[in-house]
Structure formats: C-alpha cells, structure tokens
C-alpha cells in the first residue's frame, strides 16, 4: 500500500497513481478544497476522493496544528484496490430507515456532517455482528465564531446533512484504533431525572445546573470554552464510568438551571462529572497508543476534539511530538466535534466528546486478498 501525506503545497510531489484520496478542509476554506480537488481529479481522473471539514487540521510533516495557508487543507493519498473498499453517502434524515447489505468482512471509517440524536443508535446498529468492526471516525469540525455548518465532501460535492462510510475489506486491509481521554470521573454516580434530546434538565430532580455548580463551583462562559467540566455518561449499569462515553457543555441556561450538551442524554442515564487528570497521567493515557505495532507503510488518521484543544492548549503540541516518536506511522487528522472510538478494546466503538482517537491503516502481509 502506497501512501503519501501532502498539503495543498505539495500536490505536485505525488509519485504514483492514487485510488483514493481523503482529506480535511478547514470549513472556512471549503472552496479551496474544491478547488484542489479539481487538480487532483485532472492528475489522477479514476481516483475517488472524499473528505470532511474541519476546526484545524493535525499535520505529520512538523508536527503541528496550524491556520497557516499551507495546512488549510490536508491530504492522505492511498494506493489501495479498487476493488478492496466501498463509499457509501447516507441522508442523516433517511439514515435509520436504511436496509444494509451484509458486508460482514469489512471495517469501516465513519464521517458525519453534524450531531443527531440517532447517530449513537446508529454506531450500535453498524457495529452488530454482521456489520463493520471496527468502526472509527469524527463528526466535521467548524470554526465556532463562523455560522458555517460542518461537511463531509464525496467526489465534488459538499453535503450538510450526510454521513459517508468508507468501508475497507478486512481480507486485504487492518484498521485498528481506539480512543483516550485526559479525564477520570469523580464523585458520587447521579442519575438523569428530566432530559431531551441534547438538553439536560434535572439530576437527582434538583436543577441540573444547581447540581453541577456545588460540585465544580460557577459555570462561567470561560469555563464552558474551555471545556472544564464535561461528564461521564452511560446508560448501562454493568459499564464502569472508566470506560463510559465523555460528554461536553454546550452552553447553560441560568434561568432554567438547564445544561445544553454536544449529545443526547436521556432519563434515567447515569453520570459522574469529570476532571482532569495530572500531566504524569495524561502521559500514562498516551502510551496506550504506543501498544500498536508498526506496520509497514501504513498511515494513521487523528481525530482529536476541539475540546482536547482548548483544554490543553500547546500541551497539545507535545502529545504529537510524543505521538510522532513512538508510532512511527505518518498521521494526518482534524479537531472534530465528536469521535468514534472504543474506549476499551473489547468494547464496540461508541461517540465521545473530548478525546483523541486514532485510526491505524495498513496492508495485511499475511494474507492474500481474493
């Protein structure tokens, strides 16, 4: 499998003939992209290319996360069979009453345009035995002074309401990943007692807000940009906390005592706040990653919140430093808003808030592909 990471300067460096290439647009510069992919499509005409806009995109070559004009979009071209993945685009409206085929041999990434409240419904519904395993992937990133939605881009146009799978066989192909988070639940376990859709109501039957603020103290606007505070939500008892989905504030409402979240929750769920861990446990967090082995040219896919970005700031810098050193994978990624990932190996993939997730793609040496 060929690789090749490029930015919008280096287009021109691409050696061999690409069948897929996927890459990231910061959402303010979508038409830049457009623009690229023209290029791309004039150089290479058979080759598909999809992709998914973005707050910032993470790029290998420094490492580094970047608004400069040369990382406003980035790029991973793959020299894989055609005949090896599938693209499927689905109507975020529609995508529930979807009949699916049995592709049982295939993983797949996953890129959704927005939130919606089916979408962790849908991640179970994907990941049931006879379906795609793993699963890993984001929800498009924005630039959150714009009023610009986020898009998923599939061979020339941009969609607002759309997810897109790229489904890879498992036969020719290994995706492998998963997700960590700089966060450990504390406190005694709450339960949800009035919620809808995103917006969280009541914990325990008091003012969710009043609740959280004996805990943590005032919610201020610079601790919700910040993403001080998110929450540790699961709706299965016999799942530890540890290995619960995170979930950030959106914003409060101080005269209903409600709290807005980036996903849905719902009564009777059960939830701890989260704070964040030390820098020597972060550390300990990130040699998770190191467990991976390295393979031969392969090529990773980072997807980290924009939450991890605010809340780190140029600690984040030094993670991908880290991240560069131990993996020995060239990676290429986005700050999103909300990632697909399991926390714990042996679980399926589910959406977070406020993690890093990783997507490691390499050829299978061992076995031939049919």
């Known amino acids: 499998m060929r690789q090749a990471i490029v930015t919008s300067e280096t287009l021109d460096t691409i050696d061999f003939i ?15 992209f457009g623009t690229y992919f023209e290029k791309l499509k004039e150089d290479f005409p058979d080759v598909d290319i999809i992709g998914c806009s973005s707050e910032s995109n993470i790029y290998n070559k420094l490492p580094f996360v970047d608004k400069s004009d040369d990382h406003l979009c980035v790029f991973v071209c793959l020299d894989i069979q055609k005949e090896a993945y599938k693209i499927k685009l689905y109507d975020i409206e529609n995508v529930m009453e979807e009949k ?13 345009s927005r939130y919606f409240t089916s979408l962790e419904e849908l991640i179970a519904r994907f990941q049931s035995k006879e379906k795609y395993q793993p699963l890993l992937g984001a929800i498009a990133g ?3 002074e714009t009023k610009q939605r986020g898009t998923v881009f599939y061979n020339g146009n941009y969609y607002e309401d759309h997810l897109l799978l790229w489904l890879i066989d498992q036969k020719c192909y290994r995706l492998e990943g998963k997700s960590i988070y700089h966060f450990q639940p504390v406190g005694f376990e709450m339960e949800v007692t009035r919620a809808e859709d995103t917006t969280l109501y009541e914990i325990e039957n008091r003012p969710a807000l009043e609740v959280l603020e004996e805990i943590v103290g005032d919610i201020s606007k610079e601790t919700i940009t910040s993403f001080d505070h998110p929450f540790f939500l699961k709706e299965k008892n016999k799942v530890p906390f540890a290995h619960s989905p995170l979930c950030s504030i959106h914003s409060v409402d101080k005269e209903d005592g409600s709290i807005h979240l980036y996903r849905s929750v719902k009564k009777y769920a059960k939830l701890k706040v989260g704070v964040s861990l030390g820098r020597e446990e972060q550390e300990q967090q990130l040699k998770e990653f190191k467990t991976f082995k390295n393979r031969k040219n392969a090529v990773a896919f980072l997807f980290n919140c924009v939450g991890i970005k605010a809340n780190l700031g140029l600690m984040e810098f030094v993670y991908l430093m880290d991240l560069k050193k131990n993996l020995h994978v060239p990676f290429i990624g986005f700050h999103s808003f909300g990632e697909i990932g399991s926390i714990n190996p042996e679980n399926f ?14 050829e299978r040496e061992d076995e031939a592909c049919n």
């Open 349 to 362: 993939s589910m959406l977070h808030n406020q993690t890093i997730s990783i997507a490691i793609l390499s």
């Open 142 to 144: 924005v630039a959150k």
């Open 100 to 112: 699916e085929e049995q592709d049982e041999t295939y993983s797949a990434m996953m890129f959704c």
């Open 18 to 32: 690409p069948t897929v290439i996927i890459g990231f647009y910061q959402n303010t510069h979508a038409g830049m």
